[in-house]
């Protein structure tokens, strides 16, 4: 457990711990002088909420924030950094300021050695050498450049203080929970711990096996107003990272000014490892952007040089930036937001909010292309704002619109949107950020707990614990009523004019054809296929939202709950009496917290029992819900062995079985039919497919296992090969694939088909009625057709419907999976689906 924290406490697994506070505190400090004059400061306490001010000779500036830094370290008692325009000898703090302790910090005022590394229209970018910038390279070592052997005994320390606490901080725990889910992911290719000379790194240079992702930052400081040299804020950044938190040198592998000049960041070379995410730096680099894009925007030259230096990036570590990446058990675009990984509001509105147009000019070449930014945000109600600390003790809160607030679309259909939300207090997970109001009863909005959407009623839960001044994205999906026309809805503080507009969405509805069962394939060969997804629609504790129980045995499943049900089964031949479950903390066993960590499933009659540590936790019906994260089945010896959503434990047929609950399109992610070794218009072709095969049956009215309590199961030879996150992580053009076509089904008179597909055949699929399958409904759709692309085959499944061999030979001839679909499925249309 040490060795663990020691990793965890140090932001990448690798980092040393703040150093000790060097100033003394200051009681009820209001005004202090400094001589020499300083640049910037921060502060250090127990709780920092204050404001600071500096005299530049005639006046006073304005009040900037300090608040608690801790994003890269849960245990941090440092503020943020703050810069002051020019050298300043005094300044005055209010708010809470007894027990500050004021860390100053001086830089160089000399040029920058070399000016050519500013960007020309070229796509390789150049880069300004540490030495050029003027970093203070005795900041890297211990004790100035001390021998080897001297003691980190206040690292030591810290983690033997933390590792013998009775509790820790969630975000650690978190971080705890990720490592044991995915303990390669955290893991070294080596360390390097002195220089050359023998002199010991305060922090050690870590490398990572190979880099995954590109984060982008933005540094929070403001440069709009500020007219000193970007040199002189990169040495001012350095020295807050290297000496006032301890870490022994800057957490950013590149920094871009506002100018687009881009400057070295943390020393080692290619691959080492950075501090710039919690729980998230091995694997990653991060490019931070000078400025604050919260309440600014970045310049064009800053944004051209991202996308060139994203480019030079992505060709150096072999990131395929066409290609989504499986990274701690999610699913990312290859370039991210620090705010995709972690709650924050990093790296800001006008830069989190244009990443996508960002990644489409660098993988289209257009390096040199314009950012169109975003509208400026709708600023929170007065009613919650504050105009200084002196006033109130709470930081400004309350929902940000990040966009219009018109929103457009047809009558039945569906819009999503983002809000940001400030906290002015401590906030739990789960718990009201503001209400929700509608002009009409038929508004509906979904809002994302993790990778689950949650249907919230009359107020919005929020998505995480929240510290006092942090923001936080909201992701959400509004249901728009079934006639044309304009309402109202208002979330919190910021109201939204909605529009329906157009041809009323049509929502299939599928009847009971009374057509005898079929499977979509016969062989459960590598070409038989099933798909993946991102979203779930499960149920949540909070009487204030939507919740779906549990059904009873013999009753429809989970079809008009928006989710699926999937039985799973081990390979072993004799059924299972135990199983045993790893899940997060944050995890939830039967609406309760319970610790996360191993839990002990029994079959006790007709109940499945949970135990923990020995102690019965729960009994009946166990529903295990990861909130967010995924469950393991820790006693199977197989790799597909993690899921997403609810793991449920029931008795049936008396026999003790696992249940997976979760959305269709998650099921679809983890669906093991179709790798990434076949063509991606086929993926996506058999991806609607097989989402259509699955919806078809979660309709109450075509039941898979009629009086069963799932939809479906993980065999082929029944249902479908589901595979779980092991497939999803290992398959990310698969899961891009799903994503793209999430929610498509295809349809004839708006009802939802029943599509059969199978491997190869010999240069023809075949008809129902040749298959000896009766009464098969609208078999006019399925009728033989000619499958040029498979001549020289063999006939390997029923011949039904779409062939694999068929749709991988018109995928390389460059049709889209629209047209592939259209052919093996003649009269069919492509619908939204929605149950």
Request: glycine letters at 10%.
């Amino acid at each position: 457990m040490r060795r663990i924290l020691l990793s965890l406490l140090a932001l990448s697994l690798s980092m040393p711990m703040p150093a000790p506070a060097a100033a003394p505190a200051i009681p009820d400090m209001r005004e202090t002088a400094f001589d020499p004059p300083i640049d910037a400061l921060s502060a250090g306490g127990n709780v920092i909420d204050a404001e600071v001010s500096s005299w530049d000779g005639e006046r006073w500036t304005a009040w900037e924030t300090l608040q608690m830094e801790d994003e890269q370290d849960p245990l941090s008692t440092e503020s943020n950094l703050v810069m002051f325009p020019t050298p300043v000898s005094k300044v005055r703090l209010r708010g809470k300021t007894p027990d500050l302790a004021l860390h100053p910090i001086r830089v160089s005022h000399e040029p920058a050695g070399i000016r050519t590394a500013s960007l020309v229209s070229m796509d390789y970018p150049s880069i300004l050498s540490r030495h050029d910038w003027g970093a203070d390279e005795s900041l890297l070592y211990a004790n100035g450049s001390a021998p080897v052997g001297n003691g980190d005994s206040d690292r030591q320390s810290a983690v033997s203080s933390a590792s013998s606490a009775s509790s820790l901080p969630a975000r650690i725990q978190n971080c705890l929970d990720t490592q044991r889910q995915y303990p390669t992911e955290f893991r070294t290719a080596r360390a390097v711990t002195t220089d050359g000379q023998g002199n010991r790194y305060l922090w050690p240079q870590e490398y990572s096996p190979s880099v995954r992702l590109l984060v982008v930052h933005h540094t929070a400081m403001t440069v709009s107003s500020d007219s000193r040299p970007a040199e002189e804020r990169m040495r001012a950044i350095y020295q807050y990272h290297a000496k006032t938190l301890g870490w022994g040198d800057i957490g950013y592998h590149y920094v871009i000014d506002e100018n687009g000049l881009i400057y070295q960041g943390r020393t080692g070379g290619e691959a080492v490892v950075g501090g710039h995410v919690y729980c998230n730096n091995i694997g990653t680099v991060g490019i931070a952007l000078m400025g604050n894009f919260e309440t600014e925007q970045p310049s064009q030259t800053q944004m051209q040089s991202l996308q060139r230096l994203i480019n030079t990036l992505g060709d150096q570590y072999g990131i395929d930036l066409n290609r989504s990446v499986a990274y701690h058990g999610k699913i990312f675009p290859p370039v991210v937001g620090h705010r995709d990984l972690l709650a924050t509001a990093c790296p800001g509105y006008y830069v989190a909010n244009t990443m996508d147009q960002v990644l489409r000019n660098v993988r289209s070449g257009n390096l040199s292309a314009s950012i169109v930014f975003p509208p400026p945000p709708a600023p929170p109600s007065s009613s919650s704002s504050r105009a200084s600390v002196s006033r109130s003790s709470s930081p400004q809160e309350g929902f940000i619109a990040t966009g219009d607030t018109t929103l457009v679309g047809r009558p039945g259909g569906e819009v999503s949107l983002a809000l940001q939300y400030r906290a002015g207090r401590a906030i739990n997970r789960r718990r009201s950020l503001g209400t929700i109001k509608r002009s009409h009863p038929q508004l509906g909005v979904w809002v994302a707990m993790g990778t689950r959407f949650v249907r919230a009623l009359a107020n919005v839960p929020s998505p995480e614990s929240l510290r006092p001044g942090q923001t936080t994205t909201l992701r959400l999906k509004i249901q728009l009523p079934r006639d044309r026309g304009t309402y109202q809805l208002t979330i919190g503080n910021v109201t939204f004019t909605v529009v329906t507009e157009g041809k009323r969405l049509q929502v299939p509805v599928t009847r009971n054809s009374g057509a005898q069962d079929y499977l979509p394939s016969q062989t459960p060969d590598s070409d038989s296929y099933s798909p993946p997804a991102s979203f779930s629609s499960s149920s949540s504790s909070l009487s204030n939202y939507s919740t779906s129980s549990a059904p009873q045995a013999g009753t429809p499943a989970a079809g008009m709950s928006g989710n699926i049900r999937i039985r799973l089964s081990d390979s072993g031949s004799v059924p299972a009496t135990t199983f045993t479950l790893s899940y997060p903390v944050t995890g939830e066993v039967n609406g309760s917290t319970a610790g996360g960590g191993l839990i002990t499933l029994l079959k006790d009659g007709d109940k499945c029992v949970a135990q923990a540590g020995g102690t019965t936790i729960a009994s009946g019906i166990v529903r295990t819900d990861p909130e967010g994260g995924t469950v393991a089945v820790t006693s199977w010896q197989k790799a597909n062995n993690r899921f997403r959503g609810i793991i449920e434990c029931r008795v049936t047929d008396g026999t003790l079985t696992l249940i997976n609950e979760l959305s269709l399109e998650d099921y679809m992610a983890g669906l093991a039919e179709e790798p990434d070794t076949e063509p991606y218009e086929k993926q996506r072709a058999f991806a609607v497919a097989a989402r259509t095969y699955a919806a078809f049956y979660t309709d109450p009215a075509n039941r898979k296992f009629p009086g069963k309590p799932f939809d479906g199961s993980d065999s082929p030879a029944e249902f479908q090969v589901y595979g779980g996150v092991a497939f999803e992580e290992q398959n990310p053009r698969w899961a891009q694939a799903v994503r793209e076509t999430a929610g498509q089904v295809l349809t004839v008179g708006g009802q939802v088909i029943k599509p059969p597909y199978f491997s190869s055949d010999d240069g023809r699929t075949r008809s129902p009625a040749e298959a000896g399958w009766k009464n098969f409904p609208f078999a006019d759709v399925f009728a033989s057709k000619p499958d040029p692309w498979c001549n020289g085959m063999t006939l390997r499944g029923h011949g039904v419907g779409m062939s694999g061999c068929g749709a991988k030979g018109q995928a390389y001839e460059g049709r889209q999976y629209r047209e592939i679909l259209q052919y093996y499925y003649p009269g069919t249309a492509l619908t939204q689906w929605r149950n």
